[in-house]
């Protein structure tokens, strides 16, 4: 404890200095008592007062002595007054706490930068004002997790429980800031460990740099108040990212391996750079190289207490100002876009960066300097990581930190071209997630930057766009030329250089029947589905939610053939009772007018996890209590359901219940079973009831399964991970998992004539339904019902307009045949 720099002995509870200078002078003495210092450094202390202000904010004044006074310091230390009446500092600053900080060197900055913390910490730091044990103090000034031991081995806090992550592209911004969020809710400390390295729990950044990998086991602690409630909240929020993070892979590593497609290829052989294909489409134009220039921040030292509030005020307004962006970007590209700017304003939060620019502005430098150099060494130390996708990340700590910097000084805004022309490729070597979303599409017309990934905030935002875009072009595209004519194609990530007029006729010719095609398909869109001869395949919606519908029908769904009703579960403390079901499905039902729909029965567990249904930890929850099994177990979850779901029958609606993850006949039988006792009770209609084919046993079981239900509807996602032993969401393996390998149309094709021979009809809600090729295929192998995302519907709806039923049913015949899906998607190719 001797060695320590704060010990009992130097704090001192329920001070009443009579002033500034006796405070200092009092702790100063309490730092010599100790054999801290020599006592002539207690005047260096008050000297220092003399040349700067050593208020620190929120109450707190740190004095310290003069560098050149160093050698009066015998060992580091740090003396705590308390003063719960406060203590005027200089004029409109009073505080409460006295830190006087003696260190021989730089191992201060340790101290400080628990202090800046604190700062930032309302809820630990307001209680320390009035404590009346010196334990507390001590406690709070206790090195962060988020620094290594000194033996550099990682340790626990008091309190822990592990989890292992299960995010497919692992801890990346959007679900960090939702952990630092929620441990911030808490007054205990906490931290995350993995292997030997640990993290701040409330501190995003600090988060980040563990480098987390799909799989990683993380130790989760806490010590100090509620601690282990605190370790609970923490949890939970990390689970409840779960869903968000596995569909948003799932759907990426759909699109990714939905299709192979002719592209455009230039008539003679341009020059052209490659990149890394970001956003899809075709441009022609102009190239604006967008120069970037280094931005030089001036040093202009000043107090330490002006400069704590004007930085205090920057953040205040740029969080706003990020607010509003996100509403912006909310009502015009959609709510995922819109969290690209939610865990931007989540990292002017994270306490490094407010300690690192509090460090330098106490050393002498100003503010704007302070700040600039602190978002620069955090962003090069997250770029040095070795991952791409928290490489990506730095973009968005610069961007943000930009916003600050722009706020604290608007003389520092550096004059971007924008006498763009109407056909612009703009280049550059990177463009902030913020410019991206403000570009004027009527001039923009493709983007290529030198640096960044397809997974930054940028490219995401970019295909949201609909902005052809490619990215990790390297040094080499800064060094096009100015004004010269180029082709971006988004599609193979490459920018083709003085293309001749043969290739510009041939790009416009290519751009103009993608174009006519879309438009074509958008015209017919409202058309029946059904395949050239008039073969009827009814076209289905998948949604969630009662206000998706309108959007649905408009797109062309024919019904829903997909409600996902495990959505009115998250992101809440208790599962919804019986009259919030009953609303929502009486809103469904009112939303589609008399169509069709299909309400799927709540399909938790696997990859769709709810905290406060308190499900036990599997190691392989995929084959374990997921869908019907869960639903079996947990009556208390599908009777209120049930009830719902047969009252709104009542209303006269047409209305189908379809159960999950079947795979044997009891369970069948005793839904049923379940459905009848509701339905008797309550007096109401009989209902179709279906089940998904989801596993290989609901599959090759089909023809016994039939007469016992009214519909089967396929789940080609799952069905693909079961049948191939290949989890979907797999980083490496997600794009394996195809849904058009030939062993998984095999388990379609007997799905089909099992329920034919009971005159049975099929569909198919997974991904595969709105890929315009498998769609081919579906129709094909004899599929009577596809129900998808309602951006598909009019491309499928146009792909089996092209092709009589005749004609496909021979291309699911040599499907069938090959022996992979590589080899099925190259029969597919020539398919328009």
């Known amino acids: 404890m001797s060695d320590s720099p704060l010990t009992p002995q130097l704090i001192r509870l329920g001070c009443r200095p009579a002033g500034k200078e006796a405070a200092i002078r009092e702790a100063g003495a309490m730092l010599a008592d100790a054999g801290r210092i020599a006592p002539d450094y207690i005047d260096s202390l008050l000297r220092r007062e003399a040349v700067a202000n050593t208020y620190l904010g929120h109450s707190i004044a740190i004095p310290h002595g003069m560098v050149e006074d160093r050698s009066l310091v015998l060992r580091t230390g740090v003396a705590v007054l308390q003063i719960p009446d406060g203590l005027e500092w200089n004029p409109g600053q009073r505080i409460h706490l006295l830190f006087a900080i003696a260190a ?55 309190h822990g429980q592990e989890w292992r992550l299960d995010y497919p592209n692992g801890l990346h911004a959007r679900p960090a800031s939702l952990w630092s969020e929620a441990a911030r809710r808490s007054p205990a400390r906490l931290q995350v460990r993995h292997g030997g390295r640990t993290a701040d729990a409330k501190n995003l950044l600090s988060l980040l740099q563990l480098g987390l990998r799909h799989g990683d086991l993380v130790s989760v602690s806490a010590r100090g108040p509620q601690a282990e409630a605190g370790v609970d909240l923490l949890l939970k929020a990390m689970r409840e990212a779960s869903l968000a993070e596995q569909t948003a892979a799932a759907i990426a590593a759909q699109r990714a391996g939905a299709r192979k497609t002719v592209g455009w290829q230039p008539a003679g052989a341009p020059l052209s750079l490659p990149g890394v294909a970001a956003s899809p489409g075709l441009a022609i134009g102009t190239v604006r190289v967008l120069a970037g220039e280094q931005l030089q921040v001036p040093d202009r030292p000043i107090s330490l207490a002006e400069g704590g509030d004007r930085l205090h005020q920057a953040l205040a307004d740029t969080r706003r100002q990020l607010s509003q962006l996100a509403d912006a970007t909310q009502a015009t590209l959609g709510a995922a876009e819109a969290g690209i700017f939610r865990a931007q304003a989540e990292l002017l939060n994270d306490t490094d960066l407010i300690t690192l620019s509090c460090q330098l502005m106490v050393a002498g430098h100003g503010v704007e300097w302070s700040w600039h150099q602190a978002v620069e060494r955090l962003a090069e130390k997250i770029s ?20 600050v910097l722009l706020q604290l000084d608007p003389s520092l805004q550096t004059r971007a071209s924008t006498d763009f022309g109407p056909d612009t490729l703009l280049l550059a070597a990177d463009l902030a997630p913020s410019d991206t979303a403000a570009l004027d599409l009527s001039r923009i017309k493709g983007l290529a930057t030198a640096h960044g990934g397809p997974t930054a905030h940028t490219a995401i935002l970019a295909r949201t766009l609909g902005l052809p875009a490619l990215v990790a072009a390297g040094s080499a595209l800064l060094d096009v030329a100015d004004g010269s004519p180029a082709i971006l194609d988004g599609d193979a990530g490459r920018l083709y250089l003085n293309p001749s007029d043969a290739d510009l006729d041939s790009a416009r010719d290519w751009q103009r029947r993608q174009r006519d095609e879309r438009d074509k398909q958008q015209a017919q869109r409202q058309q029946a589905g059904q395949t050239a001869d008039g073969r009827r395949i009814e076209i289905a919606a998948n949604i969630n939610r009662p206000d998706q519908a309108a959007a649905a029908l408009d797109a062309g769904a024919e019904g829903v053939g997909l409600m996902r009703t495990e959505f009115l579960f998250l992101e809440r403390e208790a599962a919804p009772d019986e009259e919030e079901q009953l609303a929502t499905y009486l809103a469904m039902q009112q939303a589609l007018q008399g169509r069709p729909l299909i309400v799927r029965a709540l399909d938790i567990g696997g990859d769709k996890q709810v905290p406060y249904l308190n499900l036990p ?66 007096d109401a209609p009989q209902l179709p009831i279906g089940i998904m084919v989801e596993v290989p046993a609901a599959a090759l079981l089909a023809d016994q399964f039939a007469p016992y239900v009214d519909f089967f509807s396929i789940g080609t996602n799952d069905l693909t991970q079961y049948a191939l032993a290949m989890d979907r969401q797999h980083p490496e393996l997600a794009a394996e998992a195809d849904s058009l390998h030939p062993a998984v149309l ?61 004609r496909l049913r021979e291309l699911a015949e040599q499907a069938l045949a090959c022996d992979s899906a590589e080899e099925v998607r190259q029969l597919l190719e020539g398919l328009a």
Not at 756 to 783: E, I, M, Q, S, Y
């Open 104 to 158: 021989r060197s730089d191992d201060h900055l340790v101290m400080l930068r628990q202090l800046t913390r604190l700062l930032q910490d309302e809820a630990r730091l307001l209680p320390l004002f009035h404590t009346a044990d010196p334990a507390e103090l001590i406690a709070a000034l206790e090195p962060s997790v988020a620094d290594p031991l000194p033996d550099g081995e990682a340790q626990d806090l008091d």
């Open 384 to 403: 040095a990581l070795g991952n791409p996708m928290l490489a990506a990340r730095a973009a968005d700590l610069r961007d943000v930190g930009r916003r």
């Open 617 to 682: 930890r599997e190691d392989n929850p995929f084959l374990g209590m997921r869908g019907a099994r869960l639903l079996l177990s947990r009556r208390e979850l599908l009777e209120p359901q049930l009830r719902a779901l047969y009252r709104a029958a009542k209303a006269g609606k047409p209305l189908s219940i379809m159960f999950p993850m079947i795979s044997s006949l009891k369970e069948i039988t005793r839904l049923k079973g379940l459905c009848e006792g509701v339905r008797k009770e309550l």
């Open 746 to 806: 095999r388990l379609i094709r007997q799905t089909v004539e099992g329920a034919a021979a009971h005159k049975r009809w099929v569909g198919v809600c997974g991904g595969l339904a709105g890929d315009p090729h498998g769609a081919a295929v579906l129709a094909g192998l004899g599929v009577d019902e596809l129900s998808m995302s309602p951006n598909d519907i009019a491309a499928v709806k146009a792909m089996l307009r092209r092709h009589d039923h005749a």
